[in-house]
């Protein structure tokens, strides 16, 4: 879904603040799924957002404000990963995960299918895993803390994330089956 | 290692560095890459789920501007710490010398191992006031011990140019009780002074003196050194010790050195007095 942008001129506080808030969630969500983590992915949202903002009020963009966000978005990246060997993604791979990532959720603002069918997943997934994922995902403790709380071992506790995503996938995939395929 | 476990490996960040490559090689492989991000994208779908948001940290405030905007005022100072630093180095390499000459400054107190050096070095001299006392000459043959008025001992001078603030002046004693007065400046500049006054036994024992070294420091401390070449003894006299045989400092600024006693009083001596201001 695209959010054209009219006009060529600068906008006005109130026209980039309304833009803004509505695009950032979504950009947020790609940085994420690019960066694969939180902090760096609110560092990237945030300076992509400052670019966006000087840029918007001399000229606005033409066309379609989400891409032209993600656009600035994967240029900070660029620098991003020149400072860090641990990011996962190189040019090429970047514009692939970017076509991936538009075709699993539609790149807009509003959840997603591939969301709702997450939401719907999670339900399904025994409540030991639901409650591992819970805590890896609010918590983040690191493994030795996580296998602690949970009384198992490091092994066991990667053994058991493995298998809960792998679940949770296969589930996602099926229910999302025809956006994948559309 | 198969596919599914280096992904896992990779988005858990456990992998190592050849794991890492291995990913970046896979993630060309189309049926790989598609794989690796559909578990990308549940990674980032779980943490959106689990409460991941982002929220644009005011214009006033954002972390990155105000962080960006840090480091530039701290560079700013570093740069300018460095400037003043470079500036005071580039001013203060001079050596003393030449920056006395070109803004006429006093100069600091030298340490006394560059005295040596530094005596070439020192702006000229304040002349210095120096004014021995009329000598009575001798009743009859010159020598042995005389009587005479110890404000009006004998001296026949002879003066040395003064070169480059050195002021030397040995003076012949013939014979006699001696006594001696140098009116030092008043305003002795900051730093070391030195008021040497030697005494040289010409005939009878040519390697015999003796130095009375008068420190100024900072033109208010002093300390009078004696050194007999004789015992290789040095003495060391405070300002305020009291060694009248040989020396009076008075309060004024007046050095008397009074040769009296028996050693003194039969052989021609030249005294120097040499004053380094430093």
């Given at each position: 879904?695209?959010n054209?942008?009219?006009?060529?001129?600068?906008?006005?506080?109130?026209?980039?603040?309304?833009l803004i808030?509505?695009?950032?969630?979504?950009?947020?969500?790609?940085?994420?799924?690019?960066s694969?983590?939180?902090?760096?992915a609110?560092?990237?949202t945030?300076?992509?957002?400052i670019?966006?903002?000087?840029?918007?009020?001399r000229?606005?963009?033409?066309?379609?404000?989400?891409?032209w966000?993600?656009g600035?978005?994967?240029?900070?990246?660029?620098?991003?990963?020149?400072?860090?060997r641990?990011?996962?993604?190189?040019e090429?791979?970047?514009?692939?995960?970017?076509?991936f990532?538009?075709?699993?959720?539609?790149?807009?603002?509003?959840?997603s299918?591939?969301?709702t069918?997450?939401?719907?997943?999670?339900?399904?997934?025994?409540?030991?895993?639901?409650?591992?994922?819970?805590l890896?995902?609010?918590q983040?403790?690191?493994?030795?803390a996580l296998?602690?709380?949970l009384?198992?071992s490091?092994?066991?506790?990667?053994?058991?994330?493995?298998?809960?995503?792998?679940?949770?996938?296969?589930?996602?995939?099926?229910?999302?089956?025809?956006?994948?395929?559309? | 290692?198969?596919?599914?476990?280096?992904?896992?490996?990779?988005?858990n960040?456990?992998?190592?560095?050849?794991?890492?490559?291995?990913?970046?090689?896979?993630?060309?492989?189309?049926?790989?890459?598609?794989?690796?991000?559909?578990?990308?994208?549940?990674?980032?779908?779980l943490?959106?789920?689990?409460?991941?948001?982002?929220?644009?940290?005011?214009?006033?405030?954002?972390?990155?501007?105000?962080r960006?905007?840090?480091?530039?005022?701290?560079?700013?100072?570093?740069?300018?710490?460095?400037?003043?630093?470079?500036?005071?180095?580039?001013?203060?390499a001079?050596?003393?010398?030449?920056?006395?000459?070109?803004?006429?400054?006093?100069?600091?107190p030298?340490?006394?191992w560059?005295?040596?050096?530094?005596?070439?070095?020192i702006p000229?001299?304040v002349p210095m006031?120096?004014r021995?006392?009329?000598?009575?000459?001798p009743?009859?043959?010159?020598?042995?011990?005389?009587?005479?008025?110890s404000e009006?001992?004998n001296?026949?001078?002879?003066?040395?140019?003064?070169d480059a603030?050195?002021?030397?002046q040995?003076?012949?004693i013939?014979?006699?009780?001696?006594?001696?007065?140098?009116?030092?400046?008043?305003?002795?500049p900051?730093?070391?002074?030195f008021?040497?006054?030697?005494?040289?036994?010409?005939?009878?024992n040519?390697d015999?003196t003796?130095?009375?070294?008068?420190?100024?420091?900072?033109g208010?401390?002093?300390?009078?050194?004696?050194e007999?070449?004789?015992t290789?003894k040095?003495?060391?006299?405070?300002?305020?010790?009291?060694?009248?045989?040989y020396?009076?400092?008075?309060?004024s600024?007046e050095?008397?050195?009074?040769?009296?006693?028996?050693?003194?009083s039969?052989?021609?001596w030249?005294?120097l007095i040499?004053?380094t201001?430093?």
């Amino acid at each position: 879904m695209n959010n054209p942008v009219q006009t060529t001129d600068g906008l006005g506080e109130s026209a980039i603040s309304a833009l803004i808030a509505a695009q950032q969630a979504a950009l947020f969500r790609f940085v994420l799924f690019i960066s694969q983590d939180p902090s760096l992915a609110e560092d990237i949202t945030q300076e992509t957002l400052i670019i966006a903002l000087d840029k918007l009020h001399r000229q606005g963009p033409e066309g379609d404000i989400g891409k032209w966000l993600r656009g600035i978005a994967r240029n900070v990246f660029r620098r991003q990963k020149a400072k860090s060997r641990l990011l996962l993604m190189d040019e090429e791979t970047l514009e692939m995960a970017e076509e991936f990532y538009l075709k699993r959720t539609g790149g807009t603002a509003e959840e997603s299918p591939y969301m709702t069918a997450l939401k719907k997943c999670l339900q399904l997934v025994d409540n030991k895993d639901r409650e591992m994922l819970e805590l890896r995902y609010t918590q983040n403790p690191g493994r030795e803390a996580l296998s602690q709380t949970l009384g198992i071992s490091v092994p066991a506790l990667e053994s058991r994330m493995k298998r809960t995503k792998n679940q949770l996938k296969k589930c996602v995939e099926k229910r999302t089956a025809s956006l994948n395929h559309g | 290692m198969d596919n599914n476990t280096l992904i896992h490996k990779i988005l858990n960040r456990n992998a190592d560095e050849s794991e890492l490559r291995q990913w970046h090689e896979l993630l060309k492989n189309e049926e790989f890459s598609k794989e690796a991000f559909s578990f990308m994208l549940l990674e980032s779908g779980l943490s959106v789920h689990y409460g991941a948001e982002f929220k644009f940290r005011t214009s006033k405030t954002p972390a990155l501007f105000m962080r960006r905007r840090f480091f530039l005022a701290g560079a700013a100072i570093l740069l300018v710490g460095l400037g003043i630093v470079l500036i005071a180095k580039i001013f203060f390499a001079q050596p003393p010398a030449a920056i006395n000459r070109s803004i006429n400054m006093v100069p600091p107190p030298a340490p006394p191992w560059q005295l040596s050096v530094t005596a070439e070095t020192i702006p000229p001299a304040v002349p210095m006031p120096f004014r021995a006392a009329p000598y009575n000459p001798p009743a009859s043959n010159g020598l042995g011990k005389q009587g005479g008025n110890s404000e009006g001992g004998n001296a026949e001078g002879e003066t040395k140019n003064p070169d480059a603030g050195l002021l030397e002046q040995a003076i012949r004693i013939f014979s006699g009780q001696f006594k001696f007065t140098v009116r030092l400046p008043k305003n002795l500049p900051n730093g070391f002074s030195f008021l040497t006054a030697k005494r040289f036994p010409p005939s009878q024992n040519p390697d015999k003196t003796e130095t009375a070294l008068l420190v100024y420091i900072n033109g208010s401390k002093q300390l009078l050194i004696f050194e007999d070449t004789d015992t290789k003894k040095t003495r060391t006299k405070s300002k305020n010790a009291s060694d009248e045989k040989y020396w009076h400092q008075s309060v004024s600024g007046e050095l008397r050195i009074t040769f009296v006693g028996a050693g003194f009083s039969d052989a021609e001596w030249r005294l120097l007095i040499k004053q380094t201001i430093f």
